[in-house]
């Protein structure tokens, strides 16, 4: 696997910014978009989704090639693949097209940047020279850019009043990597588990491809404050084959009442099954710039573990 450079990673907000910068007109207005994005892109597409939760316009995310039934015609699309020849991308394109969808497609060429234009589609180019983990950043801001041209300017405006904070933000956090590297500690040759609330769960995607790129190795995440059936019998199995599993939860103001409350009880389920929890608090923070925060404090943890893995030591 190619690792992504490190600076990079750590220029995510200004990568949001030339997303931002990008013209991305779509050519008509809109209630409702479904994003279609596989891999690291699928952070880009959850997080617009997260950020659109409580505003009038529905961001749905598509994470692989099956388009709902009621994509019809007419109705808009955005397809993000970076390198543009992400084969199941691909196939939700020349769905959608069939189906007579208005698809809007954000890449930097491949197969689906040739389909797009000569489809006559939308077409917002990003360049080349980078890897799926650090285009996220771009692909956000472009995303919020479409959107905005669409007649919903919330996530993008949201974006803009905060990449200055998120800069000021990672400075420090590059300036004392004491914490990042505390955490990375915690979670070096084992199988993080990270989970963020339900409207914030692009934090804890990110967070996972980021540590599968470093770690050269699995990692699992999810949502709170709801645990499935699996999850639940999962964290209750005390064997050999669970005593490896690090969890990490990133602990957001969700704003609603009965969603704290469950968070709190999650965290007392998983406290009587004796499993160890790193809580990483962003409740003080406004909840766009506290996901962002995340993501971007993900990154250096998951470089502090990179660091680590080629030292061959803890």
Known sequence: MHLTDIRQVLDFPELIEKGLA????????SREACVFAS??????????????????????????????????????????????DEARMIEAYRTLKGRGCA???????????????????????????MTPRSAVGMEIGAIASLLRSAGAPFVYDSLKRTTDALKERRDRQAEDTEEASRIAGLLYGKTPA???????IAAARRWKYSLDEDSGSLSIFGEMPDFDHNE???????????????????????????YEYNIRCMEEVLHEYRRDITVIDYRDK?????ELEAMLFGDMVSLEIRKRREAGGP
């Open 22 to 29: 990008i013209k991305a007109p779509m050519r008509h207005e």
């Open 39 to 84: 891999g690291p892109a699928s952070v880009s597409a959850q997080f617009a989704s997260d950020v659109s939760a409580r505003t009038p316009f529905r961001v749905i995310p598509a994470l692989d090639e099956r388009v709902p039934g009621w994509l019809a015609e007419g109705k808009d699309a955005i397809v993000v693949s970076y390198s543009g």
């Open 103 to 129: 698809v809007h497609c954000i890449t930097s060429g491949g197969t689906l940047g040739d389909m797009c234009r000569e489809d006559g589609n939308d077409l917002v180019r990003m360049p080349a020279g």
């Open 194 to 200: 990270i989970y963020s609330p339900i409207d914030s």
């Open 232 to 258: 639940i019998v999962g964290w209750a199995d005390l064997g050999a084959q669970t005593k490896d599993v690090r969890l990490v939860l990133l602990r957001m103001a969700t704003g609603i009442p009965e």
């Open 286 to 290: 406004e909840m766009v710039l506290a």
